[in-house]
């Protein structure tokens, strides 16, 4: 059974009633609040001189010649109460802190000294958030305590670095934590207190060591840092003079606030039999479906130099197995393996391999009615930032002439680990010639679930927008794309093209479109998509569900019960209106034990359709179809903990920046040579 904690501390609200004074400039330590977070009894009774303005400053004292000025009631005027309580937590840590700022969204964050991590080099923090939120699940105010990792600051000043200035991006002064580009004139006149956030080019620039992030369970470092923070500052005498928090600490989050997918929801079809784990399910029964092509070939390409030591190590693993524990690959993909070395191109230099591939793939007489895989075995790791071009430049020729690929980077052959590796890419390379390995085990469904993801290119400062479609529940998809982010329409029509293709296949019927977005959806993004609906005269609902491809780490739920602290599997928990954490990893059951232990995904529902979510029944079955295409992963046989309905598109649009034409060919669109 869990017992579950949430990493929120409830408070009531104080009883007495406060005079507020509002100006329309700023002063230093004045805060502005936009009118439409003034107190309600301002709205009430001066609505006249509020709208006049739109922002009004507040150091949440002072009254003397103000334009505005009330008694509040903290109960009603929830958006001021969030204002006032903030700053008087900012106050209070003021002292306390060695370093403090307001974040993006206005939250408190506080870092504190580890001594113990530091060195002379550098000074490291422990990172802190604390937000004040109206909780929907304690139902009153909140403190909500997060742990965000550690940040190291060079104890050399910045005029002491010699090294170009767009490499200072964050600073520390006079506990103070700043943005370099917006640093404030004191700081300026005293550069020599102004200590840099250590990044990668100042890291190299000092000569200080890069750190790998320990891999493990991060429920109990998070728990414990929480606990100790909570128990050191916030339960005390004096912070609760500020606010009256809860004497219990932490919320204990009620049994029936805790919703549960269906345990049949971790269940995999395979060939003929059902499973929780890809990895067995792959060997026996095997995978549920095996290429449709008749006839399937496979070719290396690969540097002359590596022939021996590598490509023909590879072939040997794909022909005879690896070791005692991954068999022939025929065995794993059910499909005869055959490499066809006439196809086979062995490249001079990395410098005129592009060269040399478009010219043999220009000259190539292919069989008819067969499919192509091109392993490339490559000599430069796909992150080596000088000549990673040459991985996405390979993956765009050869998808030019509908060949799909599998990149190996030779290095990993001679890995210790390449027979997990091996059973990583086998569901991969089966997916990629057009076979199933295996699918979710529902009900067909008539509806079409279309995802949408993103990533942004640090090179062009541009975001990618990748789609995915998926013609039914069962989590078999056809159809991939990628625009940038503006291209409202292209996005729409693309959608548009599938919704009609579904129709047409399924007579008709189509209860409604599931769209797994990456972020929230804005009016100018939705209404392209309705006049689309409009246009096929579908007068169907359209459910949003926006899934944060980052794990949360501000909302994390505690199973106490569990040494290791992960509540289960399928987890969910609403923590405000219609938004929801869902925990999504390999403990199955109370007694399971998982490798890796995911933070929950922060997932939220919208509908075009009023009061679509009153059943939640509706809410279940949407949150569960989020779990189980987290199944569908054809990369690894490891467990995920975000969807394909993101990752998939993401993954696309992660690639499609590095090829040189403007659309991605028709090929790629319909296979997964991404994986």
Same mark, same amino acid.
């Given at each position: 059974?869990?017992?579950?904690?949430?990493?929120?501390?409830? &408070?009531?609200?104080?009883?007495?009633?406060?005079?507020?004074?509002?100006?329309?400039?700023?002063?230093?330590?004045?805060?502005?609040?936009?009118?439409?977070?003034?107190?309600?009894?301002?709205?009430?009774?001066?609505?006249?001189?509020?709208?006049?303005?739109?922002?009004?400053?507040?150091?949440?004292?002072?009254?003397?010649?103000?334009?505005?000025?009330?008694?509040?009631?903290?109960?009603?005027?929830?958006?001021?109460?969030?204002?006032?309580?903030?700053?008087?937590?900012?106050?209070?840590?003021?002292?306390?802190?060695?370093?403090?700022? +307001?974040?993006?969204?206005?939250?408190?964050?506080?870092?504190?000294?580890?001594? /113990?991590?530091?060195?002379?080099?550098?000074?490291?923090?422990?990172?802190?958030?604390?937000?004040?939120?109206?909780?929907?699940?304690?139902?009153?105010?909140?403190?909500?305590?997060?742990?965000?990792?550690?940040? /190291?600051?060079?104890?050399?000043?910045?005029?002491?670095?010699?090294?170009?200035?767009?490499?200072?991006?964050?600073?520390?002064?006079?506990?103070?934590?700043?943005?370099?580009?917006?640093?404030?004139?004191?700081?300026?006149?005293?550069?020599?207190?102004?200590?840099?956030?250590?990044?990668? @080019?100042?890291?190299?620039?000092?000569?200080?060591?890069?750190?790998?992030?320990?891999?493990?369970?991060?429920?109990?470092?998070?728990?414990?840092?929480?606990?100790?923070?909570?128990?050191?500052?916030?339960?005390?005498?004096?912070?609760?003079?500020?606010? !009256?928090?809860?004497?219990?600490?932490? +919320?204990?989050?009620?049994?029936?606030?805790?919703?549960?997918?269906?345990?049949?929801?971790?269940?995999?079809?395979?060939?003929?039999?059902?499973?929780? #784990?890809?990895?067995?399910?792959?060997?026996? @029964?095997?995978?549920?479906?095996?290429? !449709?092509?008749?006839?399937? *070939?496979?070719?290396?390409?690969?540097?002359? !130099?590596?022939?021996?030591?590598?490509?023909?190590?590879?072939?040997?693993?794909?022909?005879?197995?690896?070791?005692? +524990?991954?068999? @022939?690959?025929?065995?794993?993909?059910?499909? @005869?393996?055959?490499?066809?070395?006439?196809?086979?191109?062995?490249?001079?230099?990395?410098?005129?391999? %592009?060269?040399?591939?478009?010219?043999?793939?220009?000259?190539?007489?292919?069989?008819?009615?067969?499919?192509?895989?091109?392993?490339?075995?490559?000599? %430069?790791?796909?992150?080596?930032?000088?000549?990673?071009?040459?991985?996405?430049?390979?993956?765009?020729?050869?998808?030019?002439?509908?060949?799909?690929?599998?990149?190996?980077?030779?290095?990993?052959?001679?890995?210790?680990?390449?027979?997990?590796?091996?059973?990583?890419?086998?569901?991969?390379?089966?997916?990629?010639? #057009?076979?199933?390995?295996?699918?979710?085990?529902?009900?067909?469904?008539?509806?079409?679930?279309?995802?949408?993801?993103?990533?942004?290119?640090?090179?062009?400062?541009?975001?990618?927008?990748?789609?995915?479609?998926?013609?039914?529940?069962?989590?078999?998809?056809?159809?991939?794309?990628?625009? *940038?982010?503006?291209?409202?329409?292209?996005?729409?029509?693309?959608?548009?093209?599938?919704?009609?293709?579904?129709?047409?296949?399924?007579?008709?019927?189509?209860?409604?479109?599931?769209?797994?977005?990456?972020?929230? %959806?804005?009016?100018?993004?939705? #209404? !392209?998509?309705?006049?689309?609906?409009?246009?096929?005269?579908?007068? %169907?609902?359209?459910?949003?569900?926006?899934?944060?491809?980052?794990?949360?780490?501000?909302?994390?739920? &505690?199973?106490?019960?569990?040494?290791?602290?992960?509540?289960?599997?399928?987890?969910?928990?609403?923590?405000?209106?219609?938004?929801?954490?869902? &925990?999504?990893?390999?403990?199955?059951?109370?007694?399971?034990?998982?490798?890796?232990?995911?933070?929950?995904?922060?997932?939220?529902?919208?509908?075009?359709?009023?009061?679509?979510?009153?059943?939640?029944?509706?809410?279940?079955?949407?949150?569960?179809?989020?779990?189980?295409?987290?199944?569908?992963?054809?990369?690894?046989?490891?467990?995920?903990?975000?969807?394909?309905?993101?990752?998939?598109?993401?993954?696309?649009?992660?690639?499609?920046?590095?090829?040189?034409?403007?659309?991605?060919?028709?090929?790629?669109?319909?296979?997964?040579?991404?994986?």
């Amino acid at each position: 059974m869990n017992n579950l904690t949430i990493n929120i501390i409830p &408070f009531k609200h104080p009883s007495i009633q406060k005079e507020f004074g509002f100006y329309t400039e700023k002063k230093e330590g004045y805060f502005p609040i936009h009118r439409t977070e003034l107190p309600n009894e301002l709205w009430d009774n001066q609505k006249e001189e509020v709208v006049k303005h739109k922002f009004y400053y507040t150091n949440f004292e002072d009254t003397e010649d103000c334009i505005l000025k009330t008694k509040v009631d903290l109960y009603s005027s929830t958006k001021f109460a969030k204002h006032l309580y903030t700053r008087l937590v900012y106050q209070y840590f003021i002292d306390i802190a060695d370093a403090i700022q +307001f974040n993006y969204v206005g939250d408190i964050e506080v870092w504190l000294l580890d001594a /113990k991590a530091s060195t002379t080099k550098y000074n490291s923090y422990n990172k802190y958030t604390l937000k004040i939120e109206f909780s929907g699940l304690t139902k009153s105010p909140a403190l909500l305590l997060s742990y965000d990792s550690t940040s /190291k600051v060079a104890t050399t000043s910045i005029d002491e670095i010699n090294i170009p200035t767009e490499y200072f991006k964050t600073v520390v002064y006079n506990k103070e934590i700043q943005r370099f580009k917006y640093l404030t004139e004191d700081a300026k006149q005293h550069l020599d207190q102004v200590y840099p956030l250590l990044n990668i @080019p100042l890291k190299n620039h000092l000569e200080i060591p890069h750190t790998v992030p320990r891999k493990g369970n991060r429920y109990k470092p998070y728990f414990n840092h929480i606990t100790t923070f909570y128990n050191n500052y916030l339960n005390t005498d004096e912070f609760r003079d500020i606010l !009256p928090l809860d004497e219990n600490g932490f +919320f204990d989050i009620p049994e029936d606030e805790v919703l549960q997918t269906h345990y049949h929801s971790n269940n995999l079809r395979f060939y003929d039999g059902v499973g929780i #784990d890809p990895k067995a399910g792959m060997k026996n @029964p095997g995978p549920y479906k095996s290429s !449709p092509h008749d006839n399937v *070939r496979f070719f290396f390409i690969y540097h002359k !130099p590596d022939r021996a030591d590598y490509v023909v190590k590879l072939y040997n693993y794909f022909e005879k197995g690896y070791k005692t +524990f991954f068999p @022939p690959l025929k065995k794993h993909i059910r499909q @005869p393996f055959y490499m066809d070395n006439d196809t086979s191109l062995a490249f001079e230099s990395p410098d005129t391999a %592009i060269k040399e591939i478009k010219h043999h793939l220009i000259n190539l007489e292919k069989q008819p009615n067969t499919r192509y895989v091109a392993v490339y075995v490559s000599p %430069i790791h796909k992150e080596d930032e000088d000549n990673k071009h040459l991985y996405y430049q390979v993956k765009e020729e050869l998808l030019k002439h509908e060949i799909t690929s599998q990149v190996i980077y030779k290095e990993s052959i001679n890995n210790a680990y390449f027979g997990a590796f091996l059973e990583n890419i086998t569901p991969a390379l089966l997916a990629k010639i #057009d076979g199933i390995p295996w699918r979710l085990d529902r009900e067909l469904k008539q509806e079409l679930i279309v995802g949408v993801g993103a990533f942004k290119s640090m090179e062009t400062n541009t975001r990618f927008v990748g789609s995915a479609f998926c013609f039914n529940n069962k989590g078999e998809f056809k159809g991939f794309d990628c625009f *940038r982010d503006n291209e409202f329409d292209l996005i729409a029509g693309a959608i548009g093209k599938q919704i009609l293709k579904f129709v047409v296949d399924n007579d008709n019927k189509a209860e409604r479109l599931i769209i797994h977005y990456y972020k929230p %959806i804005s009016k100018d993004e939705i #209404d !392209p998509i309705q006049k689309t609906l409009g246009r096929l005269k579908l007068d %169907i609902p359209i459910v949003i569900v926006t899934i944060n491809k980052t794990e949360s780490s501000d909302y994390v739920a &505690f199973d106490t019960n569990d040494n290791a602290l992960m509540p289960l599997s399928g987890t969910i928990i609403e923590i405000a209106h219609l938004k929801y954490l869902l &925990f999504n990893n390999a403990k199955y059951s109370s007694n399971g034990f998982a490798k890796d232990h995911p933070f929950p995904v922060k997932l939220s529902l919208y509908c075009t359709e009023q009061d679509y979510f009153e059943d939640i029944a509706i809410v279940k079955e949407l949150i569960d179809q989020v779990y189980q295409f987290s199944r569908m992963y054809w990369k690894s046989v490891k467990q995920q903990n975000l969807p394909v309905t993101i990752k998939y598109p993401e993954m696309v649009a992660q690639i499609f920046p590095h090829f040189e034409g403007d659309k991605l060919p028709d090929f790629g669109k319909n296979n997964l040579w991404f994986l």
